[in-house]
């Protein structure tokens, strides 16, 4: 059974950082185009980020680019968000994604979500 499993989140405060990480076991993991998505609370999931499977493209919301940065590593089945400049409107949950083709990965119809892991943001 695939698992994507999310680490990384937590409290901070705005203007702080988070890195994210989302461990997979994907057995073909460079197969996958890899992302993030994130739920507020009383508010629908929302695109994050997406990376291509060599890591070379990525694209971003336009509320987190410039601030919001994903990564990968193939050899470690992971993939990564590093967030800097965390506003408040930044809390929620964030889920990590897999789909097997890059192109409108931002609509959320992926092959597989992780479990998610809470970011909050102080004020």
Not at 1 to 14: D, F, I, P, T, W
Not at 28 to 42: H, I, K
Not at 86 to 94: F, H, I, M, Q, R
Request: overall charge positive; charged content about 20%; some cysteine.
């Amino acid at each position: 059974q695939v698992q994507l499993v999310e680490s990384g989140g937590g409290s901070v405060q705005a203007g702080g950082s988070l890195r994210l990480s989302c461990e997979s076991s994907l057995p073909t993991f460079s197969a996958y185009a890899m992302g993030w998505f994130r739920q507020a609370p009383g508010k629908e999931r929302e695109f994050v980020a997406a990376i291509r499977r060599r890591g070379v493209g990525s694209s971003y919301a336009g509320s987190v680019e410039g601030r919001f940065t994903i990564s990968r590593d193939n050899a470690k089945n992971t993939v990564f968000l590093e967030m800097n400049s965390l506003k408040p409107e930044d809390t929620a949950v964030y889920y990590c994604a897999a789909r097997t083709i890059y192109s409108n990965f931002e609509l959320g119809h992926v092959d597989y979500w992780g479990k998610g892991t809470l970011v909050t943001v102080s004020s």
